[in-house]
């Protein structure tokens, strides 16, 4: 652990930014964090899967190697924040369900079904006469699924609140404004936001979709595109006992994380766009998608939508990019994984500021 009284910059807010500096803070620095609107971009709209096994793609063998790590970090985490504010991030492993509204869609389950054996993943085919409480609640032309154990989800407002009251228990500097400009050399970093400028010894850019502040120096390897996400919030229908639903609709993603209580998120919009409104057709689509696989749907309450701009990478992975002559990093690019990753991706910002600041 670094005990000196070092300090580090960390621009953004969102889960990536608020873990790096709960991590850095825990490692002895004093940690000053700036974002206009903390917990309000991609994660306050996220669903807060930590699924590895259900988000199997071919040719993202690495990325699933990085992802089945995930549960456990958050795991640690939890229990981290939990000794010092005496409140944890509730984790739920409930596994998930994978299935297929029609012939077409059971196909790419099957398909899918044989990559996720190929990397390893134990699945068992799961039916409504042998699981009923799987499938309670979904429409009857459901009659199977793949199980997936092992996956697990958490609420990621909850897990920003907690994650707030650590920084703010380790002294952690939260100022809600924008960083207009950073500077860094061997000397340390600056930064420049509406009310002045401040001084450390390193800094990391946690900004997500947002892009870069003037004055940052990416090499050119990478780049971020912002995808925008939508989900929505339901109230009515309590599933939080059985495995996380995963569904493909004529061919379209869908997901329903229910939490105890009957509060529930269903989602899987993604477009390439950053605007902040919502288009009729498309909440439409996705509203249309989720009464046919839960059709008790139907009689539940539309708490709200949320929209979130997810940062894209050009080969769909995160990456942690350093400046060391210039003391600065970018960690960006986690996509739709920004929630699973952000431990994981907070031990890249400490190891990177340990280096630069020996």
Request: glycine fraction near 10%; charged fraction near 25%; charge should be negative.
């Amino acid at each position: 652990m670094n005990t000196s009284t070092k300090s580090t910059i960390v621009v953004g807010g969102g889960i990536i930014g608020l873990t790096s500096a709960w991590r850095l803070a825990k490692g002895g620095y004093h940690v000053i964090l700036l974002d206009p609107s903390p917990g309000r971009g991609a994660t306050w709209a996220a669903a807060g899967m930590i699924a590895p096994h259900a988000e199997v793609a071919p040719g993202e063998r690495a990325n699933f190697d990085l992802h089945r790590q995930a549960l456990t970090a958050w795991q640690l985490l939890s229990q981290e924040l939990d000794d010092v504010v005496n409140r944890r991030v509730h984790i739920s492993v409930t596994g998930t369900i994978l299935t297929g509204w029609d012939a077409s869609d059971r196909r790419l389950v099957d398909q899918f079904r044989q990559v996720a054996t190929d990397f390893g993943v134990t699945s068992t085919i799961a039916r409504r006469d042998t699981h009923p409480e799987i499938f309670a609640g979904l429409s009857d032309r459901i009659s199977s699924g793949l199980l997936l154990a092992g996956d697990a989800w958490l609420d990621p407002d909850e897990a920003i609140a907690v994650l707030r009251e650590g920084l703010d228990a380790l002294g952690v500097d939260v100022i809600t404004e924008t960083v207009n400009a950073i500077e860094g050399d061997a000397s340390g970093v600056r930064i420049h936001h509406g009310s002045g400028s401040l001084r450390a010894d390193a800094g990391i850019l946690a900004t997500g979709a947002l892009g870069l502040p003037e004055g940052a120096t990416p090499t050119g390897e990478h780049a971020v595109r912002p995808v925008r996400g939508m989900t929505v919030r339901i109230d009515g229908i309590d599933r939080s006992g059985a495995p996380t639903l995963r569904c493909l609709v004529r061919g379209r993603p869908f997901y329903m994380v229910s939490r105890p209580g009957g509060y529930c998120v269903i989602g899987a919009s993604s477009e390439e766009r950053s605007g902040s409104l919502i288009e009729v057709g498309e909440l439409q689509r996705l509203l249309r998608d989720a009464l046919e696989v839960v059709p008790e749907l139907e009689t539940c309450s539309l708490y709200e939508t949320r929209v979130g701009l997810r940062p894209a990478s050009t080969d769909l992975k995160p990456f942690f990019e350093e400046w060391p002559e210039r003391r600065w990093a970018w960690s960006s690019g986690h996509f739709r994984h920004g929630v699973t990753l952000a431990p994981l991706s907070a031990r890249s910002s400490v190891d990177f500021v340990d280096r630069v600041t020996k």
